[in-house]
């Protein structure tokens, strides 16, 4: 067997540690002799795996009892209409801070139930950054005010959180959710495709204050309807068993690494090996975000030409490093180093790239 270093965005990299341990698990989950995949979610041994995973999560994030860990189907994109749905209350705007392609179409979609309003964009810069705080202002007619906490596409993040007084702050953090300590409790909802940073494809992690979920609209759709799966514990119907099995397996792996503290560490380094190289070299290696902006996720960056970029990735692939092409929208080159990226992943990843230089300067 040999792994690579893989720097896809996502689905992307899960721990090894993990991997191995779904794989030991199986055929026979401890010891009631059929897998996961094949018994009712309504069996003891699935409801624990959803209560931990739950548990874990609120640990993690240090959330207490007033706020709730929903796994949901539908992926990010789902979400986008399930906030406007159930908060995108009539004479009330969604507001929006529009900091990537993900932001716009979260918009877009809000824009199908109600009324929106832009409160910030960096659109015409090719989503090149994130608002400093100042730059945002809150009327009081927003309904919430939702953000795109990482820009997966583009490489920028938020590091520090709008504050918005009483107007409810909802964040999309499917690229950064557990990649470091945030205070969780200024958020009325995260929401999180798990394939970038926690799981794989095929479920969502909602994490929202209860009291904000209670009392919504009984008209809405069952399934579109968060306070369903919160009364329900995820179990109103079947849910993403596989997926909600493996992010808690994540979760677990994340406490035994020391937790998110730990983890902003190694991420701060990783990230740091990378960007280095592009700083050394700004003429050749065009770095995508603002400084201000970057992201600890996604690494993007451009080289002088196209040819020189379809080397790389085809260089790089060759040793070992792949899923280096940035995405299709932007072009480019992006290194997705999530939490499951080893430092050593970055540090091969930075070595090949002052080759590069020196080899195509
Ligand atoms: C990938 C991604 C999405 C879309 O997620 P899907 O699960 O593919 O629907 C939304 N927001 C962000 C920030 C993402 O990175």
Redesign the pocket.
Known sequence: MSRIFNFS??PAVLPLEVLKEVQEELLDYQGTGMSILEMSHRSPSYEKVNAEAEEDIKELLGLGDDYCVLFLG?????QFSMVALNFLTPGKKGGYVIT?T?SD?AMKEAQKIGETSILFSSKENKYNRVPRPEELSYSNDLAYVHI?G????EGTEFMDYPETGEVPLIA?L??DILSRPIDASKFALIYA?A??NIGP?GV?VVIARKSYLAGRDKALPTMLNYEVHMENNSLYNTPPVFGVYIVGKVAKWLKAQGGLEVMAKRNEEKAKLVYDVIDAHPDFFRGYADKDSRSLMNVTFGLPTKELEAKFATEAKAIGLDGLKGHRSVGGLRASIYNAIPKAGCEKLAKFMEEFYQNNK
Do not use: M
């Open positions: 965005a996502g539908g992926g990010g994109s789902l990537s993900f179409k795109t990482n820009n997966t596409i999309d499917s690229s495709g394939q970038k494809g969502v």
